[in-house]
């Protein structure tokens, strides 16, 4: 009777633990790359009604022709782009980006930290 009890608490526990530690692990994989460095901005452009983006003195490894895309679509690309430009007007640095490649290349950032 006590070993049915203490396998039975065996497995709640066990399922508990399976519970708590999926949605870590199912975010954890869902997490963009991110360039966790300094980079200088020496050209800004937007195109059309929907995309803009940015150049860097450093390499973007990974990224088509060192470029960094950002979507005017959404309103977290508008914010990106207002950070982009104030950034390069006033001389500051993007010291993160989180973004999405393609399988082209595209990189297309989802977020920035400028310093």
Same mark, same amino acid.
């Given at each position: 009777?006590?070993?049915?009890?203490?396998?039975?608490?065996?497995?709640?526990?066990?399922?508990?633990?399976?519970? %708590?530690?999926?949605? #870590? /692990?199912?975010?954890?994989?869902? !997490?963009?790359?991110?360039?966790? $460095?300094?980079? @200088? %901005?020496?050209?800004? #452009? /937007?195109?059309?009604?929907?995309? !803009?983006?940015?150049?860097?003195? $450093?390499?973007? @490894?990974?990224?088509?022709?060192?470029?960094?895309?950002?979507?005017?679509?959404?309103?977290?690309?508008?914010?990106?782009?207002?950070?982009?430009?104030?950034?390069?007007?006033?001389?500051?640095?993007?010291?993160?980006?989180?973004?999405?490649?393609?399988?082209?290349?595209?990189?297309?950032?989802?977020?920035?930290?400028?310093?």
């Amino acid at each position: 009777m006590l070993g049915n009890f203490v396998n039975n608490m065996k497995k709640l526990m066990l399922s508990f633990m399976v519970i %708590i530690a999926l949605p #870590f /692990s199912v975010f954890a994989e869902q !997490a963009d790359p991110e360039f966790n $460095e300094p980079f @200088t %901005i020496t050209q800004v #452009f /937007s195109e059309g009604t929907t995309t !803009a983006g940015f150049f860097t003195a $450093e390499v973007l @490894t990974g990224c088509k022709w060192n470029l960094m895309y950002l979507d005017l679509s959404t309103e977290s690309g508008k914010a990106m782009f207002s950070q982009v430009l104030a950034a390069k007007s006033a001389g500051f640095k993007v010291v993160r980006v989180y973004y999405k490649r393609s399988d082209s290349e595209k990189c297309t950032a989802t977020g920035l930290h400028i310093r």
